[in-house]
């Protein structure tokens, strides 16, 4: 069963999801009051409306009781987002995803009710500085606003030596939770079992603390 989506804001951020998503094989309803985007994105997406998200008799008019989640992408005004999460959560959809440009913001959203709080610019600038520091390591992706999993060549220090030898958690406060070698990805990697030069590990843990592991 595919999985339906309302995303509300069209910006450069909303659209992008709106599209990733819609790629992805959900069912997508996109809104914004700016005709212009919403005619941009109507043939990308299963549907798109041009409706004021913080108007509550027009968001009760277009289906997203039906909806599994709803993404408020909008963030520079903060009462609308507020109005839409109010709006969205009376109507009953299950989770929310907002989008805010600072903790205050995610804050004030998250005790209205939203379910999960994203910071895109943050978590973007982050990821360049992250990439910029540390040249070998590979952001997989983000689990959270603060954990990540990353993938990192087996270091010098690391060869023939196993992971209960190194022990990541005490010593990085990271989670190795697969090795990707010759024979493709294992993910249980035996703990006692000697790590190689051209194997990979794949690490989860605290972005605060994968930072650290690149110096």
Same mark, same amino acid.
């Given at each position: 069963?595919?999985?339906?989506? $309302?995303?509300?804001?069209?910006?450069? +951020?909303?659209?992008?999801?709106?599209?990733?998503?819609?790629?992805?094989?959900?069912?997508?309803?996109?809104?914004?009051?700016?005709?212009?985007?919403?005619?941009?994105?109507?043939?990308?997406?299963?549907?798109? #409306?041009?409706?004021?998200?913080?108007?509550? !008799?027009?968001?009760?008019?277009?289906?997203?009781?039906?909806?599994?989640?709803?993404?408020?992408?909008?963030?520079?005004?903060?009462?609308?987002?507020?109005?839409?999460?109010?709006?969205?959560? !009376?109507?009953?959809?299950?989770?929310?995803? $907002?989008?805010?440009?600072?903790?205050?913001?995610?804050?004030?959203?998250?005790?209205?009710?939203?379910?999960?709080?994203?910071?895109?610019?943050?978590?973007?600038?982050?990821?360049?500085?992250?990439?910029?520091?540390?040249?070998?390591?590979?952001?997989? +992706?983000?689990?959270?606003?603060?954990?990540?999993?990353?993938?990192?060549?087996?270091?010098? !220090?690391?060869?023939?030596?196993?992971?209960?030898?190194?022990? +990541?958690?005490?010593?990085? @406060?990271? @989670?190795?939770?697969?090795?990707?070698?010759?024979?493709? #990805?294992?993910?249980?990697?035996?703990?006692?079992?000697?790590?190689?030069?051209?194997?990979?590990?794949?690490?989860?843990?605290?972005?605060?603390?994968?930072?650290?592991?690149?110096?």
């Amino acid at each position: 069963m595919k999985k339906s989506v $309302a995303v509300l804001g069209l910006g450069k +951020f909303g659209s992008s999801i709106a599209r990733s998503l819609a790629k992805g094989g959900a069912e997508v309803l996109a809104v914004d009051k700016d005709e212009d985007l919403v005619r941009d994105i109507a043939d990308k997406v299963t549907c798109a #409306v041009c409706v004021d998200i913080s108007d509550k !008799e027009m968001m009760n008019n277009i289906g997203l009781e039906g909806m599994d989640a709803v993404v408020i992408a909008t963030a520079e005004h903060l009462d609308s987002s507020v109005m839409a999460l109010m709006i969205v959560k !009376e109507i009953g959809v299950p989770y929310v995803l $907002a989008k805010a440009d600072g903790t205050l913001k995610g804050e004030i959203l998250k005790r209205v009710g939203a379910d999960e709080i994203v910071y895109p610019e943050e978590e973007m600038g982050a990821r360049i500085a992250n990439n910029l520091l540390g040249g070998s390591m590979t952001d997989l +992706f983000d689990l959270s606003a603060d954990t990540s999993i990353v993938k990192v060549p087996a270091r010098k !220090e690391w060869i023939n030596k196993s992971l209960v030898d190194i022990n +990541f958690r005490g010593k990085y @406060n990271v @989670n190795v939770i697969a090795i990707e070698g010759e024979g493709g #990805v294992d993910g249980a990697p035996d703990p006692t079992k000697p790590i190689k030069d051209e194997e990979n590990l794949v690490l989860i843990g605290k972005k605060e603390d994968l930072i650290k592991l690149r110096k």
